[in-house]
């Protein structure tokens, strides 16, 4: 059963641009590189609702937009995310498949991919991006730069790394899911340096965190040299 909680004596030791609030807007995946400052609304529940004080990230994922009945984030039941975050927030995450949302999705430039895990109703009410550089569709991968953005969902509280060079994802697989685009992928990773506030102060460190979630590669650069291959 999925579980955070929010002891400081379990937590690892503690190691811009202007965000606002503002309603969501509608959903919609985006891909683009570089590092990620959060200052555009979240996709809302239904298109036409509005969520005041939840954020997402230009150039990135917009969170999974929440559906009617229980969150999942995996059909094959096998998702999660385990993280240690301290500093600023302290909260050990310990998410299961079932009551977690994810999204998944290819970016070209440079190659990579961002996924986004977010568990609605939680305390603290918390979105993980992540942004995996160098992934190619179905590869497996070692030493991976990682760009990490955490928000608190209904406040101005986000932190971003704000660049690759302070996380690394140290062992990533891919496993094909049914026969489209879309991939299970897991990794396991740490950070060596904190995410800084990107509005006021404070850090926060996620000294370690793993995950499996998806990713769908279509319309993605792989994919069309693929279907260049394969006419």
């Known amino acids: 059963m999925a579980s955070d909680s929010t002891s ?3 937590q690892a030791p503690p190691g811009g641009p202007t965000a606002r609030a503002a309603p969501a807007g509608p959903a919609g995946p985006v891909a683009a590189a570089g590092p990620i400052a959060p200052a555009e609304p979240i996709a809302p529940a239904q ?3 509005t969520a005041p004080g939840t954020f997402a990230l230009p150039g990135t994922l917009t969170p999974p937009a929440a559906t009617e009945g229980p969150a999942n984030c995996l059909t094959s039941g096998d998702g999660y995310l385990r993280a240690r975050v301290a ?3 302290e909260t050990r995450v310990n998410w299961s498949n079932s009551g977690m949302r994810c999204q998944g999705e290819a970016r070209d430039a440079p190659p990579g991919v961002r996924l986004s895990f977010q568990r609605p109703g939680g305390k603290p009410d918390l979105l993980f991006v992540f942004g995996l550089t160098g992934v190619r569709e179905g590869r ?3 030493a991976v730069a990682t760009n990490l953005t955490l928000i608190v969902q209904g406040t101005d ?3 971003g790394t704000l660049g690759d060079s302070r996380c690394t994802v140290d062992s990533l697989s891919q496993r094909r899911l049914g026969s489209g685009k879309n991939y299970r992928l ?3 990773g740490f950070c060596t340096q904190p995410a800084h506030a990107v509005r006021g102060e404070g850090v926060v460190l996620v ?3 793993e995950f499996a979630g998806i990713v769908n590669y279509e319309g993605s650069q792989d994919a069309a040299e693929t279907a260049r291959a394969n006419p």
Do not use: M, N
Request: charged share 15%.
């Open 87 to 89: 500093g600023a927030l």
């Open 207 to 209: 000294s370690t965190f």
């Open 186 to 188: 897991e990794a396991r």
């Open 157 to 159: 509280r986000i932190y």
């Open 8 to 10: 400081p004596a379990a």
């Open 140 to 142: 497996p991968a070692h």
């Open 47 to 49: 298109p036409g609702t």
